[in-house]
């Protein structure tokens, strides 16, 4: 852990005399203005590193939290989006076109390869594009309510090679899809799992309820700190794998677990920060409030032997409530929060729960200032906060804090 944590310093600062732009002079994208998602483009990444941390150092204002430690940058800051989701539609000439919403509108704008995708996710999309015409699969239009074909989500474990195709339909009926699953796994045999999703809403969310595996197991699995992590399509799962490997390494190490503490892992995802945690830790007791992640998170447990982490499907404000008014303790909590960050009422059951250290892992600077400060009152000083680029060319800036119980550190 200790070492792995000194590389990750080494990088960030090997990172910050790189110049990524003159590397490959070409981290221009032609699509830029109009998709409005990579805003740093203009910047070189040493650039762009430092207006993260500077936008960290900001939010968390003076005398917050001890030292904000140098951001963790990315050694290769492109094409780290393990999952991509492609939107169909068709141009004024009726050819088919793919890509994502022009910002803000549902103007579609054509993407045929991106900067921060994962390139073989795009080639599949661009692939499926032109098969759809010989095998006569319409595409759904959302003014008329016609046509089959809505998005194509490709997900990819970058280490261990699984890819997940999702065709969303707006219906069930997909005429010749054995033929069409047939020719796409010609064309790409790389793919280990086909499914199709159906979703006849007339809503912006992309995956409906139903669904049918067409081809392998339909899910994909994917390493982190040498544990297997299933997902399945519709799992929340960190988009950039290989700066989650660094935050979670960084946020398991600031907890400084000996093998003996009771560990909380709260707003817990598939379950990985605790199932991560684990092997170091007395017992984990892991909260989650989408019942489909805590049913990951438990095949994910039994997937790896770990047998000291109970999951609980709950609000993580009213658990912690209920265990702090049966006077339960704890030892180390980490949490993270989505981007609105916490409750005053999660952070004073945390309190009174009496950890030692709270690890808190934010992709909100904002929230994660005003919650500092509500930590600082209950007692809790922040110490080092570790800004991670999970994003990078986007604004985004994700961190970890160190947060320990005043009355010992004094
Ligand atoms: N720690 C996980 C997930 C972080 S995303 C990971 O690293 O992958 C934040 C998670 O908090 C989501 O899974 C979301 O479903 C969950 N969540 C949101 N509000 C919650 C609440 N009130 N109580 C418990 N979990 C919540």
Redesign the pocket.
């Known amino acids: 852990m200790n070492r792995t944590g000194k590389q990750n310093e080494r990088q960030a600062g090997k990172q910050n005399r790189r110049r990524p732009e003159k590397r490959d002079g070409q981290n221009i994208c032609v699509n830029q203005k109009r998709c409005g998602s990579c805003r740093y483009l203009s910047l070189t990444y040493e650039e762009q590193l430092a207006r993260k941390e500077e936008a960290v150092r900001r939010a968390l204002g003076k005398g917050l939290v001890e030292r904000v430690m140098p951001v963790i940058g990315m050694e290769d800051p492109y094409h780290y989006r393990n999952k991509v989701t492609a939107v169909f539609a068709r141009d004024r000439k009726g050819n088919p076109i793919s890509g994502v919403y022009e910002g803000g509108t549902h103007h579609v704008l054509p993407v045929e390869e991106c900067l921060i995708e994962d390139a073989l996710a795009d080639r599949i999309i661009g692939t499926i594009r032109g098969m759809l015409k010989s095998f006569k699969i319409w595409i759904y239009d959302e003014d008329t309510r016609q046509g089959l074909l809505r998005y194509v989500l490709v997900r990819r474990g970058f280490s261990t090679g699984q890819v997940m195709v999702v065709l969303v339909t707006a219906s069930p009926v997909f005429p010749s899809k054995r033929n069409f699953v047939k020719a796409l796994l010609q064309a790409h045999p790389e793919i280990t799992t086909v499914v199709q999703n159906i979703n006849p809403r007339t809503d912006s969310l992309i995956l409906g309820e139903r669904q049918q595996v067409l081809y392998g197991t339909g899910y994909i699995e994917d390493v982190l700190c040498g544990r297997t992590f299933r997902i399945s399509p519709s799992s929340?799962?960190?988009i950039n794998p290989v700066q989650?490997q660094k935050?979670?390494e960084k946020a398991v190490r600031l907890a400084r677990l000996t093998g003996k503490e009771r560990v909380i892992?709260?707003?817990?995802?598939?379950?990985?920060?605790?199932l991560v945690a684990a092997s170091r830790a007395g017992s984990v007791l892991s909260?989650?409030?989408?019942p489909d992640?805590v049913r990951d998170a438990i095949t994910n447990a039994k997937r790896n032997g770990i047998g000291n982490v109970r999951f609980y499907r709950?609000?993580?404000?009213?658990?912690l409530t209920g265990m702090a008014a049966r006077g339960e303790k704890a030892d180390v909590l980490?949490m993270?929060?989505?981007r609105?960050g916490s409750?005053e009422a999660?952070m004073k059951s945390a309190a009174a729960l009496g950890p030692e250290r709270i690890v808190y892992?934010s992709?909100n600077p904002e929230t994660l200032g005003r919650d500092l400060r509500v930590f600082s009152r209950l007692g809790y000083q922040a110490g080092e906060v570790w800004p991670v680029d999970m994003f990078p060319w986007t604004e985004s800036c994700e961190a970890v804090v160190l947060l320990s119980r005043k009355d010992i550190d004094s």
């Open positions: 929340f799962y960190q989650t935050l979670y892992d709260a707003y817990c995802g598939i379950g990985t920060i605790g909260i989650e409030l989408n992640a709950a609000d993580a404000g009213e658990f980490f993270d929060p989505p609105s409750t999660f892992i992709c």
